[in-house]
């Protein structure tokens, strides 16, 4: 049995209001959307996280776009019927080891698994993902400090069906 258990958040992981505002543009015409590792954000029909989290605010653009999970679960083991999502949003967790024996991220398949045939998939994490059933569309490049020192990439990735068309 699962624990429900609260988690402090690190204020700098929030999303600012236009990086909301990116991804609300990328999925307005989805209807059915699953953010997957959601942390506080409100964006999506289903928000899932492994855990409820408890944010401080301390800007006034803490406070647009907030929300809870809608659902606690693991994102390695999504507990979601396969390819029901028009779009889904990943923002994984850093320093998570996302390879299994096979070279792949078992919480990619799962999300995979979840899409729908020619659904959106945008990753939001510093590095891109690669497996045979998503085409790679677009990337933007996010700086995430004053310094321009680090950045997120927000990839886009289209679920393929296999056929030529997906990757010209």
């Given at each position: 049995m699962n624990t429900i258990k609260n988690y402090k958040f690190n204020v700098l992981w929030a999303w600012t209001i236009p990086d909301s505002k990116?991804?609300?543009d990328l999925i307005k015409?989805?209807?059915?959307?699953?953010?997957v590792c959601s942390g506080v954000s409100n964006i999506g029909n289903i928000r899932l996280d492994k855990c409820f989290v408890k944010m401080k605010p301390t800007r006034p653009w803490h406070l647009k776009y907030r929300s809870?999970?809608?659902?606690?679960g693991d994102m390695n083991a999504l507990p979601l019927k396969s390819t029901v999502a028009d779009a889904i949003i990943y923002d994984p967790p850093y320093d998570f080891n996302f390879l299994n024996s096979n070279g792949y991220n078992k919480s990619i398949e799962e999300i995979i698994r979840v899409a729908k045939v020619g659904g959106m998939i945008i990753c939001i994490s510093p590095w891109l993902f690669y497996?045979?059933?998503?085409?790679?569309?677009?990337?933007?490049?996010?700086a995430i400090n004053k310094n321009k020192s680090f950045c997120k990439l927000i990839s886009i990735y289209i679920k393929s069906n296999?056929?030529?068309?997906?990757?010209?």
């Open positions: 990116l991804i609300l015409d989805k209807t059915y959307v699953i953010h809870h999970p809608n659902v606690i497996h045979p059933a998503i085409v790679l569309k677009k990337i933007i490049p996010k296999g056929q030529i068309g997906d990757y010209v």
